[in-house]
Structures are given as structure tokens and as C-alpha cells.
DNA sequence: ACCTGAACACCGTTCAAGT
DNA sequence: ACCTGAACACCGTTCAAGT
């Protein structure tokens, strides 16, 4: 707000200038997505209300209406820019797998550096020009992996799903308030809560879960999630001969 | 609202029966639980409020506060609730993965009934006791197909995750109104319009995705469910050797 | 065409006051 | 201990009125 206000002295004392920036430059559609995403990024997703991003734009609500149809439209507008900041990667045929994983962790980062974006993947099916390029890319290395068309197109569809359900579990997971207040980013406790629930359960009724507390809760994030996708990767090829090799 | 007025004259009418059903049967948690999940049974998760559960009940939405401590608080009971209705399988050695398969199948069924629902269990880590037999059966099953613990307990993660996700995209997938108002079920044009986006690309810049327009969209959900399902069973075997024989 | 103040119809949550 | 009315501090969205 005080911002504004200087700019608008300072454009009243400098009457002209040859350059002619806009003193309060006039609103439009990137203003306000650019708004929004810096509350998500400082904050999380519930941070943004239209009230909030209109504030920081130094105006009330009503005004974002004419830019912005509502609030679902303008999340989806931010997330297709985040999605937009993801590089598609030149496909190199022997490498096809490691830069597989490689495109989906960083879209996985991308959807991390604004806690909570991930929930607008969630659903909204991938036909966004910016997602596409990242389908596009996707569907290129899997099948220079030799993974026919079928199960290529399929896989895309699963590792998003599977990238965009952990981007969503890892905002949460930064969300929820660790126990212990005093410390602030870590969540080794919550992992190590949930070994400790594992392993006190009866081992009756529990025997596989309760003797494998320690192997569920081991390995970081990022191990857990390069699992998932190479699993699916892998899977690709050779799921429907098993589905029809054992009769299902 | 008149159901428990009528209720209520009908007890002045007939002032005991041996039976004593409760007149207005005071609240409990269960009590709301029930209530909020007819509410996400009939519509869907958006029109669970405490005003409108508490309305349900013939009270005033202050008066919840004594069984639930929030409404993400309410919102996990209901979760719990409804894992609880997925029934565990007996495991049979020979048929392990297609139990498997059963057993999630039956988790998206549980989860599609109350539209909305999947988005609670979305990063609530699994540690409520209706949800801890979901995770035992699992393990189970992967174990009898010989797959080795630490990917068991991976893909166990994996395949909640898969599963609720894909719940979610259903729920929103039905909740989208589709552009033309008068069919009211059918998602049918929204799978087409997908295919009409894609079939529609420049080829030069989407040569995968434009010439895949159609098997992009082949397959309906069940389908496409059992897929990831089957391909995170079958990779969670290779992948861990893939990822190290190819230097990853 | 764009902006805006004020209002509308909602929320979750709290709290003093009742029983 | 349980319930409740009323209030508080928010929402998204609309709309008439301004420029």
C-alpha cells in the first residue's frame, strides 16, 4: 500500500519521464495470478482469497472479477503458470527412464514451491497448453522406451496422477502442526510417530504391519516417490500380459 | 426439520412403549458422523458444514462442539467411517494378486459412494484402525506373491495413494458440470472433449500426442484404475533392479 | 471498459448464559 | 455436562453506481 502511494509522489514529481513506467501499472490478469502465487509461495493456498490478492493489488475483490471468473478459474490459472515453469527435456533414447523420472520430479518441485497448488491438479484433466507440453514429453520417452502406445498413454496418465497425489501429500504433511512447536520444518516426527504406532499394534492381528514398522517408514520423500514412479514405469510394460497371463 | 417435530408429537401421543425408542435421541458422535455422511452421500463433501449437519440433527451448529473438536476433525471420523465399510480379504496364495486388485477396487468403490470423501483421505497418513486392516491386508497379499518387504511396503503406500487419488478425480470428475446441461450423469462428452483437444494439435509440436489422440482416451475408469494398479504390483518387483542396472 | 463500495448469503468458531 | 443464541471475523459473489 505505502509502495503504491510512492510511486504515485514520485511520478507526481518527475512529471515525465522518457521511459514511461506505469506509475500504478493498470491491472490485469498476470498482475493478479503473480499476486496470488507469491501468497501461495509465503504462505499456502488457503492464504489465497480473492480478498487477500486484492489487497496486495491495493484494491477490494469486486475489481478482480473482470479479469478472473471466479475463484476455481483463477486457481487454475495459477497453476498452469507453475506447470509452465517445469522445462520439457530433449529426449536422449538411452536415457529414456532416467529422464523420465527426472520430468516428473521436477514437476513434483514445481508443485512444491507452492504448497497446496497441487490440490488444483487433482481433477482438472490435463488440457491445459502448458501440461500438454509435459504430456507431449511424457508419451516421447516412454516410447523411446519401447513401451507401446497403449500402455504409454495409460502410464502418462498414472504417473501424473501418482506425482500430483504426492505433491498434495507433501503440502499437507508441511501443513499439519508437528506436536512439538519448537521445531518448524522438519516432520521426522510425524514419520516416526506413525513407526511408533506401527510397532506398538498387536501382533496378532497386525503380524505383517506391526514386524515391518521400521521398513514402512524407511526412506525420505523423494526415495518413496522415485519408487512410485519407477514401479509404474516398469509396470507398463508388463501388467496387461500378467493381468491376462493369470486370468484376471 | 418436521420428520423430528412429528417425531416428537407421535411421543407426546403415545407417552411409553416398552420398546422406548428414543424420542429424540440425544447427540452423539456417531450421531453427527452419520448425519454429515447422508449429507456427502446425497451431494457431496462442499455440503457438509457444521451449520447444515447440525441443522440435519435439529440444533444449532455450537452444539457439535462437544463430540468434534473441528470440522477437519469431523471430516476424519467420516473417513474413518467409510474405510470401515471396505471388508478385508482372506488371503489365497495363488490368486495374491488379484485379490489385491479386489481389495483396492473395493477401497475406490467405499470412497466413490461419498463423493468428496477421498479428498479427506488425500495425505492423512494411514494410522486410523479401520485404515491400519486396509494396509495389513496388503502387505499380506504382496508377501504371498513373494514380493520382498521394503517394496511391499512401498507399494502398499503407492497403491493407497494411487487409489485415493484416483477417487478424488472421479468426485471432481462428477462434479464438473459438463458444458452441455442437459445430460446430467454421463462424463462422457468431457472424455470426448479431451480427445477432441488432443486430436486437434499441431502435429509438428505434439507429434506423440496429436497422432495418440484416441488412445489417449481409450478405456473407461475401471479400466484405466486397474491398470496403474497392476503396473505399480508388477514394478514394484523390478523396479529397484531396473533403477540400479541402468545406473540411476 | 474498468473500477468500486456496499451489500448478500454464507462460512467456522467462540463464548457467555442458560439447564 | 451438555446445550444454545448471539456474536465475531471471515468468505465468494453480485450489483448498482460511479468514472
Redesign the interface.
Known sequence: LSTCTLEKMSDLDEPRSRRDRPAKPPLSRALIVNAALELVKADRLDAVTLRSVAERLDTGPASLYVYVSNREDLLERMLERVLSEVQTIAVEPLHW??QL?DLFTTVLDALSRYPGIAHVA????L?WSSA?DL??NA??LL?AGGIP??????????LF??T???G??H???RVRPPTEPHHKSTSID?IG??RA?FAS?PVN?????SS?AT??T??DDLE?F???L???????R???D??IA???
Open positions: 527412464r532416467e523420472i487433482l481433477g482438472s484433466l488440457t500438454l504430456v507431449e508419451l516421447a516410447r502406445d497403449q500402455e504409454a498413454a495409460w502410464a502418462t496418465d498414472a496422477l501418482f500430483v497425489a504426492t498434495v501429500e503440502s499437507i504433511e510425524y510417530n506413525a504406532v499394534l492381528r497386525y503380524p505383517n504391519l515391518m521398513t514402512m524407511r526412506g518413496r522415485r519408487f512410485g519407477n514401479a509404474i514405469i516398469s509396470g507398463a508388463s501388467s496387461l500378467n493381468a493369470e486370468g484376471a
